[in-house]
């Protein structure tokens, strides 16, 4: 059994999350502000605290150096519904050892409380400020967290997403607050480089490697002690894959032409839009290499999932678009155009437009038909107009998506080895109704008895499918 201090202001979250705590054998105390935590603190002594940022009176953020006073070794979680990259950073340089976003389900909650009451110690540490990353959604703040985390430690990172999502941007935040900050950050595109190429700009010449050439530098070389930014890393050849997994292992490069290695201090990062699992499977890279990269993974979320961060993203690019005049703005019904249509280049497309929009307005207010017109061919080029009618083709892509899945997970069950015979309806329906429950939870904030209502089931019924300690 653990102290765990649950500090929130919504009464419901306080319940649910001690509901669930205390299901797991710890003691769970409740505060509803910082003044009242600090108190409970003072003959309590939490060994792991859970607190929100926004509440009445201090903020929970600013609150964190008195924590540390009173529980110098308890690891304090920071939850939040209104996070942006700029309150993960400050959360994280606060010296909270994880960031959590509302709503959350308690999979996630339980993962971490165990994690860190295993563990032991915080795990703070400086992150990455707000840069070019714009977003308010719960999906964005997720990104922020792991972003936040990320710039924390020198481990490689992986850095996934469909084309125009912000993986870039994603690194150069990483970089831009990390201990590294102040080395270089050198990025290139696998993708772009003449395969005959590849070696020689990666890891250099020695002199008079190629008829008397002087030395040349490679980007592995550039980047000592900094950060080398690999792009669409999973076009990269066979042979440079080969090359990649040696530096990463040896931490020295071997210039075309040289006779002895080179000790290189560097951070990789890489990007890739492909899924490198099925190149795997597939024989197109190399298992061992992807071990080495995705040590520690972002997933960039396309732009569909965040329609939200749209007015934030337009006035963002706005402010930095060379069209722009100084009090140019974006109407409603322009955002409502931008909302309406798909966006398959994602945020990148989006950007695009905006700045043609913003010549195309010649200084005005941005309206509807400054926009420019969809790429020819691209999937989906307008989302059905009308609420109504856009949200039936989300649950009938949604739906066609769980129909695949569901073909995908029974070819899997009968193509093991040994197949569990008889039992294939008994362990769909486990499986799906996990994440059924986690996404119910996570939709009401983790009250039980709202999850049950919408899942209609009893909260005996719902409390007794949950997962015990």
């Known amino acids: 059994m653990n102290r765990i201090l649950i500090v929130d202001d919504e009464p419901a979250i306080g319940w649910s999350l001690g509901e669930l705590l205390d299901d797991r054998g710890h003691a769970v105390k409740t505060a509803a502000s910082v003044e009242e935590a600090l108190e409970i603190c003072r003959h309590f002594l939490p060994e792991l605290v ?62 971490i409380v165990d994690r860190l009451l295993e563990r032991g110690a915080t795990a703070a ?58 080395g270089p950050l050198i990025a290139v595109n696998l993708a772009a480089l003449p395969p005959a190429l590849v070696e020689g700009e990666l890891f250099g010449h020695a002199k008079g490697a190629f008829s008397g050439a002087t030395a040349r530098d490679g980007l592995f070389a550039s980047a000592d002690r900094g950060v080398l930014f690999l792009d669409e890393v999973g076009d990269a050849a066979a042979e440079v894959q080969a090359r990649l997994l040696r530096v990463l292992d040896a931490r020295e490069i071997l210039p075309l032409g040289a006779s002895a290695p080179r000790p290189v201090d560097i951070r990789v990062i890489a990007a890739t839009n492909r899924d490198l699992a099925a190149d795997v499977a597939a024989g197109r890279f190399r298992a061992d290499l992807l071990h080495r990269l995705r040590v520690f993974t972002i997933e960039m979320p396309p732009l569909s999932a965040r329609l939200n961060d749209i007015p934030a993203l337009v006035v963002h690019f706005l402010s930095g678009s060379p069209g722009c005049g100084p009090l140019q703005a974006a109407s409603d019904d322009f955002l409502a155009a931008v909302r309406a249509r798909s966006w398959p280049g994602n945020v990148r497309e989006l950007k695009a437009a905006v700045d043609v929009a913003a010549v195309l307005a010649r200084g005005g207010t941005l309206r509807p038909e400054h926009l420019p017109p969809p790429l020819p061919g691209a999937a989906g080029a307008t989302i059905a107009e009308g609420t109504n009618a856009s949200a039936a083709d989300g649950v009938a892509t949604a739906e066609a998506r769980l129909e695949r899945a569901v073909r995908d997970w029974v070819a899997a069950q009968l193509g093991a080895e040994q197949p569990r015979e008889g039992w294939l309806h008994e362990d769909f329906l486990k499986a799906a109704e996990a994440t059924l429950i986690d996404e119910a939870l996570a939709r009401t904030g983790g009250n039980r008895t709202a999850a049950a209502k919408l899942l209609g089931l009893d909260r005996s019924t719902l409390r007794g499918k949950l997962p015990r300690g």
């Open 50 to 111: 859970l607190l929100d940022v926004r509440l009445p009176g201090r903020d929970g953020l600013s609150a964190i150096p008195d924590f540390r006073v009173l529980v110098p070794t308890a690891p304090i979680v920071v939850m939040t519904a209104f996070g942006d990259l700029d309150t993960a950073v400050r959360a994280v340089e606060a010296g909270a050892a994880e960031y959590l976003v509302k709503p959350f389900d308690s999979g996630q909650v339980t993962a």
């Open 125 to 182: 540490a400086s992150a990455p400020p707000p840069g070019g990353l714009v977003g308010s959604s719960a999906v964005m703040q997720r990104v922020f967290a792991r972003v936040a985390l990320a710039a924390s430690s020198d481990l490689p990172v992986l850095i996934t997403g469909a084309t125009g999502t912000g993986k870039e941007l994603a690194a150069r935040a990483i970089h831009a607050h990390s201990a590294r900050r102040s």
